[in-house]
């Protein structure tokens, strides 16, 4: 492997560890009370915000082959239905323990897979298809995961009291 390509792999790594960290630390800092309440007038909820990004981070590991989703059940609820489209949803207790149990877990993949390993297919590619769009990688799947978690912690900063 190309000594640039190492580098490409830490420096990824390294922005995903920086958003994770922050958004853990925010997570901890906000009360439930706050995760209840919407980031701005009629817009999500943070407790939908946490469930959102527990499950998108769940299901990173199939999408990056790494193993089965840890709580499958949250995507119907997070990620195909909007916020107040689903009447329970789990407590805030719950969330903030799969979010800690997910985040463990995908981070135990992530820091053991080999550099090179990073520039292979995701699942949803196939084996035949890509040699004709190798961008379509693990590596860029984790970049633009990189990019959500930030987005998302964004607007979680919005329940922040002043």
């Known amino acids: ?17 920086k958003e994770l960290s922050a958004t853990n630390k925010l997570l901890e800092k906000l009360s439930d009370e706050q995760l209840m309440s919407e980031v701005a007038p009629s817009r999500n909820r943070g407790i939908y915000l946490l469930g959102h990004l527990t499950a998108v981070n769940d299901e990173m590991m199939p999408l990056l082959r790494f193993q ?12 195909d239905a909007a916020d107040r489209a689903i009447a329970e949803l789990p407590s805030l207790q719950e969330l903030r ?12 993949h992530i820091t053991r897979l080999p550099a090179e390993e990073w520039f292979t297919r995701h699942a949803n590619i196939s084996e035949e298809d890509f ?19 930030a987005y998302h912690r964004g607007q979680l900063v919005l329940l922040v009291e002043k």
């Open 1 to 17: 492997m190309e000594p640039q390509n190492e580098l490409f792999v830490k420096m990824v790594i390294d922005a995903w560890n």
């Open 68 to 79: 089965a989703a840890l709580h499958p059940k949250l995507t119907p609820l997070f990620i």
């Open 97 to 108: 323990e799969q979010w800690r149990s997910v985040s463990g877990t995908l981070m135990q």
């Open 131 to 149: 040699p004709k769009e190798p961008h379509r990688n693990r590596l860029n799947v984790l970049l633009s995961r990189t990019s959500h978690l």
